[in-house]
């Protein structure tokens, strides 16, 4: 019994050393300051500091990589999320969004914050800085019809 201990132990050593040559893509492509979220959409500097905090290292081209992004397998998750999240929804590029589609992204900004569905738990679990409180929720909510409203006279 103590010897296959031994060799699982081993195996999960060597596969997390050999876990750290498979490095994932942690890049932040350019942005251009005039297609993101604050230029086009311009809500409130209130909503601004709470999509900041909350959202952009996911779902922007300004992900913050965190220390733990660079260790295996735990860079994989994380450069996942990030993928995912940018390829969902993108502050960096909201510009490039008609004005429906804008107002559909608001309108499930507003429902995930609600459900407690964003930010994902593993995120709040390193930033709890991240997680959203009612008011900040009703924030969110409430500037929605707004600019989605704006979005429409675009």
Not at 48 to 74: E, F, L, M, Q
């Amino acid at each position: 019994m103590r010897k296959i201990i031994k060799y699982v132990g081993l195996a999960i050593v060597l596969f997390l050393l050999v876990g750290q040559l498979i490095r994932p893509d942690r890049t932040n492509p350019a942005v251009n300051q005039a297609m993101t979220f604050e230029a086009v959409a311009r809500p409130g500097p209130e909503v601004v500091s709470i999509v900041k905090r909350a959202c952009y290292d996911c779902h922007s081209n300004g992900t913050v990589w965190p220390w733990y992004s660079r260790v295996a397998p735990v860079s994989w998750l994380v450069a996942d999320d990030v993928k995912e999240g940018r390829a969902k929804m993108n502050f960096s590029d909201w510009g490039l969004l008609s004005p429906e589609i804008a107002a559909k992204r608001w309108k499930a900004i507003c429902e995930e914050a609600k459900a407690g569905e964003m930010p994902l738990w593993q995120y709040r679990l390193m930033h709890a800085e991240a997680k959203l409180a009612e008011p900040d929720v009703n924030t969110l909510c409430g500037a929605a019809s707004q600019v989605a409203g704006a979005e429409a006279r675009r």
